[in-house]
Each structure stands twice: as structure tokens, then as C-alpha cells.
């Protein structure tokens, strides 16, 4: 059974920083490009960052220089490090794999406050 989940998700003050985990199935691991999505109230989701296989990442131009993705293939998860937050970063998070089919976790919930 295929399973996408994130976690790290919570509150925390402008200028600050979270971690966020997504563990991801061994069989859909090894060969998807992982991306963190992020959707606000009202808006469209959004692309934050990818990384493929091969680590070669891209990130959205209002994260570049303040979040950071990498991946841990012996513990088949993804993170995405997220420094100096800004409330309009305040979204749920989505973890997404494309292997041989698009999965997505459920989402966690980041919240800045001012």
C-alpha cells in the first residue's frame, strides 16, 4: 500500500523556523521526484520546492535563499527546512511523489504569527 505522510507542521513567529518530514512509501521512494506543495486559505495550491532522484531541486522564487529541500533515501523521507518564515508563508504543507503514479500525503498545517 502506497502511503505519503508529512509531519512538522505548527506555529511559530515571523523570522522563525520549521522542519517539515514526509515519509514515503519504499516502493514509490526510490523512484519519484518528491515536491512540497502549499495551499492558503482562498488561493491555489502552489509548487514551494521539488527534488528529483538525482537531488537536483527547484524552488518557488518567494522560498529561494529561505527553504531548503533534501531527501534521506535510507529513511525514505523528504524534508524541507524553512528559515526566516513570513506570515504569507502561513499554508497547509502537501508532500507529493511522482513515481509511477502522483500521490499525496494529507497535509500539515503551518501557521506565522506576527
Known amino acids: 500500500q502506497v502511503q505519503v505522510m508529512e509531519s512538522g507542521g505548527g506555529l511559530v513567529q515571523a523570522g522563525g523556523s520549521l522542519r517539515l518530514s514526509c515519509a514515503a512509501s519504499?516502493?514509490?521512494?526510490?523512484?519519484?521526484?518528491m515536491s512540497w506543495y502549499r495551499q492558503a486559505p482562498g488561493k491555489q495550491r502552489e509548487l514551494v520546492a521539488a527534488?528529483?532522484?538525482?537531488?537536483?531541486?527547484n524552488y518557488a522564487d518567494s522560498v529561494k535563499g529561505r527553504f531548503t529541500i533534501s531527501r534521506d533515501n535510507a529513511k525514505n523521507t523528504v524534508y524541507l527546512q524553512m528559515n526566516s518564515l513570513k506570515l504569507e508563508d502561513t499554508a497547509v504543507y502537501y508532500c507529493m511523489v511522482v513515481a509511477d503514479n502522483i500521490y499525496w500525503g494529507q497535509g500539515t498545517q503551518v501557521t506565522v504569527s506576527s
Open positions: 519504499g516502493s514509490i521512494f526510490s523512484s519519484g521526484v
Open positions: 527534488i528529483s532522484v538525482g537531488d537536483r531541486t
